[in-house]
């Protein structure tokens, strides 16, 4: 485990707990015996906690493994691992990373039983800024072991990465795919805050927040094979209540240009009887309309990536909405995007709902409830007709919103973007005690 062997602060541990010899590899150490290590961690641990220091990263555990007799493997490992668990639980929070920690006993006696709470482990190998090389490679590797650690009881960690370095977006984007911890590790002064900002969000409780899918990010290609000159597919999912959005990450991690085509059947949790859209977070595009039907040859993506090249698509549901009778009847076809220059924006979403227009208004309305602030984005397929001032109400917390904070995309004519941060701020408004902000969006038909 990370520190044991060391110093403990309260004393050498020669002077302070029992201990035992054991051999590792030609050499012979001295460590904490399996009955005296809880009480280490305890100490360690408190002694963490007092000082303010609010999250660790416990790493080499795989040396427990190396230990040469079969005894000593027997004796310390699960205690070892139960004693750091625990008084990581105690007084982190459980804000530990496993590291280093992929050894057969580990996996077994700690991360597959579902009967303790899910622990963050490291997924690869170590983020190397300074060997160019590593950096596809890490991705790869990440992807490609999240096949196997998605199934055990473990929330996946790719390491951290620098914002301000070569593969820095390249990075960003699959710890964002990844489902697992986000974090940095860049040099005091060099940050890179715009990447920062899409991977992050403002709440209305002004903290900053990750907005992480709902599983563990994976190749959804696990046959292909490093040196193949293929593009590396991460899927994961952005759930909400009935329905979500398909992410799927692209990295060219081969050294030459590379264009695929990309069926819409490779998205987690498409239906067949459903429609789609498309949409690009680098450029902004959208597609077209797509049919969910896994056998339509047209609903292609094409994804056309240069050397260290990357992009996420997010696909989002239909929902259609019959207005008008006779030769006037028309269908409305709706989309909640999330939040706009996010690179996961739709995880932001937690509920949105369309509902009837109204007989006596004719006005339909949406209701969108959101985890953060940031500029909303709201597919419209009749959009090009509607009139801002004439044609939308929209409400933030129950007031009307300023109309210069609502605009249509100048790229996408199907695009309403509504600037929810901005209206926030302008019109000063409180969450008090809730985390969620709630909007209520009124359109003529």
Request: aromatic share 8%.
């Amino acid at each position: 485990m990370g520190y044991w062997g060391g110093i403990s602060p309260i004393g050498k541990i020669n002077d302070t707990y029992k201990c035992v010899d054991v051999k590792v590899g030609d050499n012979t150490l001295r460590v904490v015996d399996a009955t005296d290590v809880s009480r280490l961690y305890t100490n360690f641990y408190k002694f963490l906690w007092e000082c303010r220091v609010d999250s660790a990263k416990t790493d080499a555990q795989f040396y427990l493994d190396g230990l040469v007799h079969a005894d000593d493997r027997r004796q310390l490992t699960n205690a070892y691992q139960d004693a750091w668990f625990i008084n990581s639980l105690r007084w982190l929070s459980g804000r530990a990373i496993s590291c280093m920690s992929q050894t057969p006993q580990t996996i077994f006696h700690s991360q597959l039983p579902s009967t303790r709470p899910r622990m963050v482990v490291r997924n690869s190998d170590d983020f190397f800024p300074n060997v160019p090389e590593s950096h596809p490679w890490h991705i790869f590797c990440n992807a490609h072991n999240s096949t196997f650690t998605s199934h055990f009881n473990v929330l996946p960690d790719w390491d951290m990465f620098q914002t301000s370095h070569p593969y820095a977006s390249f990075h960003a984007a699959a710890r964002c795919i990844s489902g697992g911890p986000v974090y940095i590790t860049d040099e005091v002064g060099k940050h890179d805050v715009e990447l920062i900002s899409q991977m992050t969000a403002r709440t209305a409780r002004e903290n900053t927040v990750i907005l992480r899918p709902d599983l563990a990010g994976k190749t959804i290609e696990p046959y292909t094979s490093y040196d193949e000159e293929r593009l590396l597919k991460v899927g994961n999912f952005a759930s909400r209540g009935g329905t979500g959005t398909s992410l799927l990450a692209v990295f060219n991690v081969s050294n030459r240009s590379i264009v695929e085509l990309i069926p819409l059947r490779n998205f987690l949790g498409i239906c067949g009887d459903e429609e789609y859209i498309i949409r690009a977070h680098s450029t902004g595009e959208i597609s077209k309309i797509l049919p969910g039907d896994s056998q339509s040859e047209t609903s292609l993506v094409v994804s056309d990536l240069s050397p260290r090249g990357w992009e996420i698509f997010s696909a989002y549901p239909l929902q259609i909405v019959q207005h008008g009778s006779g030769d006037n009847r028309e269908s409305l076809k709706i989309a909640t995007l999330g939040l706009l220059g996010k690179m996961t924006g739709a995880v932001a979403v937690l509920k949105s709902e369309v509902h009837a227009p109204n007989s006596s208004s004719g006005r339909l309305k949406i209701v969108v409830s959101l985890r953060a602030l940031g500029k909303l984005g709201l597919y419209m397929s009749n959009l090009s007709r509607k009139s801002i001032e004439n044609d939308f109400i929209i409400l933030l917390l129950g007031h009307v919103i300023p109309q210069h904070t609502v605009a249509k995309s100048a790229k996408v004519p199907e695009l309403l973007e509504i600037d929810v941060e901005r209206a926030w701020e302008e019109m000063n408004l409180s969450s008090l005690w809730n985390n969620e902000v709630n909007l209520q969006i009124y359109v003529n038909l």
